[in-house]
């Protein structure tokens, strides 16, 4: 399905470069298409049969932000992930102009609407013609896009404290790390928290 769907594009989409990922290093196997003709992608898409868009959602790689789209036909039990590479931008301030920039695709499919503005709130990209791009988890003013690797928690928001140390479970925070040195072996663990962020919070607490 995917080098048919993939042949598909490129015949009908002009400059989409589609490659297929399969098989999959990690996952499912999944179709990379140029982030400048996303919009055009997914109208073809849709004229394939694809009449809904499942989910939106988005990757933060060192040198690159990495969207999919998951895609389904559900007359014929079919999916499809399709990916498009974005550069980074600048994630840690709330300008809208310096985030990485890739065409809305409400109009293909009102889903759209709120898992984009997702997208937007959490990792800081601007879907250019979006109907009504604002936040959707976090206040309009926030600083910053929590799930961006080099994000970094402002210390207030309207006066109030975003991370009080009386409120850190550092129980949560230390999991991951305490259970790699009972198991010995860390590459059996995989643990959320960053080491550097639990080191800072028992010293905190040490210092109580």
């Known amino acids: 399905m995917h080098n048919e769907l993939s042949s598909k594009l490129a015949s009908l989409v002009s ?14 196997s999944s179709i990379t298409v140029e982030a400048a003709t996303i919009l055009e992608v997914c109208k073809a898409l849709k004229s394939e049969g694809f009449n809904v868009c499942q989910c939106i959602t988005a990757t933060d790689y060192a040198d690159r932000i990495e969207l999919t789209y998951i895609l389904a036909d559900f007359t014929k039990n079919l999916e499809i992930l399709v990916k498009a590479n974005l550069g980074r931008g600048d994630g840690n301030g709330n ?19 709120f898992l984009e503005r997702e997208c937007y709130d959490m990792m800081g ?4 013609g979006h109907p009504d791009l604002r936040r959707i988890l976090t206040p309009d003013d926030w600083q910053g896009y929590p799930l961006r690797r080099d994000y970094i928690v402002q210390e207030k928001y309207l006066d109030m404290v975003v991370n009080p140390a009386h409120k850190i ?12 040195v009972e198991i010995g072996d860390p590459k059996k663990v995989s643990a959320s928290w960053k080491s550097n962020d639990a080191d800072e919070i ?7």
């Not at 400059?15 to 499912?28: H, L, Q």
């Not at 985030?99 to 889903?111: D, H, R, Y």
């Not at 990209?125 to 250019?128: C, K, W």
């Open 169 to 180: 479970n550092s129980a949560d925070h230390m999991f991951g790390k305490n259970l790699k």
């Open 95 to 113: 300008n809208k102009e310096t985030l990485p920039k890739i065409n809305s695709v409400v109009s293909v499919w009102n889903a759209a609407n």
């Open 15 to 28: 400059g989409s470069n589609p490659v297929v990922n399969t098989p999959a290093t990690v996952g499912d």
């Open 125 to 128: 990209i601007n879907f250019v």
């Open 202 to 208: 028992e010293d905190a607490k040490d210092g109580e």
